[in-house]
């Protein structure tokens, strides 16, 4: 039996060779799958990692990468808070950051979310044309007056007016961002597909456990 030694060696060494080239795929690089912010900024809760993705709903990475943060969010870590920023890089990105603030005012960002990247992406609705958008409203099975009552208040505004403000702390140049405990970034494009950007933000969730 002894023939077969080396044989079983040889293997053991590949296979550990194999976990270390594994691991070795799974290191994240700065600049290349994330960048540090200049100025960090402060989070809502220090007791948690805050992970906020800063989006827009007519962007089409936002819109695939969407289902997988989706799915990633159903096992989030209890030592991580999320939430979603819209983010207002140009001025016809207003709009849509409008319509987020309104559902999640209205409490029905559950409902909500989804179908708004559906309309957009899937249905060809126009949701910056407002007629458009209060008749999809009301479509939906929501209050048409209350939407438009709540889409047009200075709550809205304000919060609208919050978002353009934190887009810029951050220092975006595009969407969908993924800012974790407003330290790191890490961006669709620079992640490749939505599965590595998941990866990446796992990775600089990790990160941030062990700065900690």
């Given at each position: 039996m002894n023939q077969y030694k080396p044989l079983a060696v040889f293997f053991l060494v590949l296979s550990f060779s194999l976990i270390n080239l594994s691991s070795a795929r799974a290191e994240i690089v700065e600049g290349k799958d994330y960048t540090v912010l200049a100025t960090p900024q402060p989070?809502?809760?220090?007791?948690t990692i805050e992970v906020l993705e800063f989006?827009?709903?007519g962007?089409?990475?936002c819109d695939s990468l969407h289902p997988h943060l989706k799915t990633w969010l159903m096992n989030i870590p209890k030592d991580v808070s999320f939430r979603y920023v819209p983010a207002t890089l140009r001025a016809n990105w207003v709009s849509?950051?409008?319509i987020f603030h309104t559902i999640e005012a209205m409490g029905i960002t559950d409902t909500l979310h989804d179908k708004v990247y559906d309309a957009?992406?899937?249905?060809?609705?126009?949701?910056?044309?407002?007629?458009?958008?209060?008749?999809?409203?009301?479509?939906?099975?929501?209050d048409?007056?209350?939407?438009?009552?709540?889409?047009?208040?200075?709550?809205?505004?304000?919060?609208?007016?919050?978002?353009?403000?934190m887009s810029r702390q951050y220092q975006?140049?595009?969407?969908?961002?993924?800012?974790?405990?407003g330290k790191y970034i890490t961006s669709g494009k620079m992640g490749g597909t939505p599965q590595d950007t998941i990866r990446?933000?796992?990775?600089l969730i990790e990160k941030i456990r062990k700065e900690k």
């Open positions: 989070t809502q809760d220090g007791s989006f827009w709903y962007c089409p990475h849509a950051a409008k957009i992406h899937r249905e060809k609705i126009d949701l910056n044309n407002e007629s458009a958008l209060f008749d999809w409203i009301e479509k939906q099975g929501i048409r007056k209350k939407f438009e009552d709540t889409y047009r208040s200075f709550a809205v505004q304000n919060q609208v007016a919050k978002s353009t403000q975006l140049t595009g969407v969908p961002a993924l800012v974790i405990n990446t933000l796992e990775a």
